[in-house]
């Protein structure tokens, strides 16, 4: 299809998602327009955001559909599906644990996922606090669970670390600087090191 064609498609008059008529979609690209706009590109992207966003809760719904409709044949779909098995289960299970009237459009399918686990109404009153304050999956899942490093600290661990002569002589150097004993100034920079990988 040619460009021109693209800009002259209709927009969809029904409210339901679809793609800037600016823009082509196949299986495996995007198409735009030479002639697209800063406004109209982005527009673009923050439709294909929601359609992927959505597209999770659609394949929930259609697994858990086809669970209770086709039991018979519903392994060979999933193997149609080309996505992995154990995502789509994941998928299905948050779609069951959320009706479509409790599911917020303002928050992306991994917040509910985070949620997923707790009762219904911890799981709202989370997804309000998300919500109101705008946090990311990332953050309300920090939020939920305690830090892996507060969690660390009350189960100490004996490790053994074999170190090369000039190593040592800089770590004691590092220590003394800080004021700390080499033992102590260790254990600050590897739990230092995890909590910036963990959290």
């Avoid at 969809?12 to 406004?39: F, M, V, Y």
């Avoid at 080309?82 to 644990?97: I, P």
């Avoid at 997804?127 to 009350?154: H, Q, T």
């Avoid at 090369?164 to 033992?183: I, P, T």
Wanted: proline share 3%.
């Amino acid at each position: 299809m040619a460009l021109s064609e693209i800009r002259n498609r209709p927009q969809n008059p029904n409210g339901r998602l679809s793609i800037d008529h600016e823009a082509l979609t196949t299986r495996t690209s995007l198409r735009l327009s030479e002639q697209l706009s800063i406004d109209s590109w982005g527009r673009v992207g923050r439709q294909i955001s929601l359609i992927h966003n959505s597209s999770t809760w659609w394949l929930g719904d259609w697994l858990i559909y086809g669970e209770s409709k086709y039991p018979d044949r519903y392994r060979r779909a999933l193997a149609d599906s080309f996505l992995d098995y154990q995502t789509l289960r994941n998928y299905a299970w948050v779609a069951r644990r959320f009706t479509a009237n409790r599911r917020r459009s303002n928050l992306s399918f991994q917040h509910h996922a985070e949620v997923a686990s707790l009762e219904a109404a911890e799981q709202d009153r989370w997804l309000d606090i998300a919500e109101s304050n705008g946090w990311s999956k990332s953050r309300l899942r920090r939020e939920l669970r305690p830090p892996v490093c507060a969690i660390a600290r009350n189960h100490p661990v004996q490790l053994k670390i074999e170190i090369e002569g000039d190593q040592r002589l800089r770590w004691e150097k590092a220590a003394a600087e800080a004021k700390s004993d080499l033992m102590e100034w260790i254990a600050a920079m590897l739990d230092a090191a995890a909590c910036m990988v963990l959290d």
